[in-house]
């Protein structure tokens, strides 16, 4: 894709939905981090679902911790890994409360050297909470990416490299949500809603349906 189709492109999405915002529910620094750390391998609605009963109740690292590993994971065993992600908030949780002031830090190094915190959740984190234009790639934006011709590779991070590389700084802060949303709901990865695509002229897929 040339950089005027990817200026055109993203130009779309910014009038489409100007300030797009995270499907996750959160109220606070913590919730956000511990919505991204639960999401992984499982969709923002059920995780959502969950934590409309957890953070009435825990919503802080100390809360998480007093509630115990079994009580935790009675609030999150609809969502997917809930084991290993119950054991990753409790560390996480530790770790902030000894570490941070129960405060979620604000760099990449301190973010993933938190337990069940990757490059991703970091990215998302970072992006959302502290502003910086970082892009999380997820199964959707490595779909996007690779599927429309922005940045083809084989791994979330050569994808990552590749959307930072060529899509203009004006668009960085929102790019992530707009291609998550765009995967999530048009470029779907069964059955792509080519026909209701909105900037279906700049993709690249040598499989999209001639109009």
């Not at 993203?10 to 999401?39: G, I, M, Q």
């Not at 695509?197 to 040598?206: G, K, L, N, P």
Request: charged content about 20%; overall charge positive; some cysteine.
């Amino acid at each position: 894709m040339t950089k005027s189709q990817v200026q055109a492109l993203f130009e779309h999405l910014r009038a489409s939905d100007p300030t797009p915002k995270t499907e996750l529910h959160y109220t606070s620094n913590f919730e956000l981090l511990t919505s991204v750390l639960l999401s992984a391998q499982a969709t923002d609605v059920a995780v959502n679902k969950a934590c409309a009963k957890l953070y009435p109740v825990a919503n802080t690292p100390q809360a998480i911790l007093d509630l115990g590993l079994e009580g935790l994971e009675s609030y999150i065993s609809s969502i997917g890994l809930y084991h290993s992600k119950a054991k990753h908030l409790m560390k996480t949780s530790e770790i902030l409360l000894q570490k941070h002031q129960s405060q979620v830090p604000n760099t990449r190094k301190a973010l993933e050297a938190l337990p069940g915190v990757g490059r991703k959740t970091a990215n998302v984190v970072l992006n959302i909470l502290f502003g910086e234009p970082t892009l999380a790639v997820d199964t959707h934006i490595f779909r996007v990416g690779n599927r429309m011709g922005l940045a083809s590779g084989k791994t979330p991070l050569e994808v990552e490299k590749g959307l930072l590389k060529i899509i203009p700084n004006e668009f960085l802060l929102h790019a992530h949500h707009w291609l998550i949303l765009h995967g999530r709901y048009t470029c779907t990865a069964r059955k792509p809603k080519c026909h209701l695509c909105a900037v279906s002229e700049y993709c690249q897929w040598a499989e999209k349906p001639i109009t």
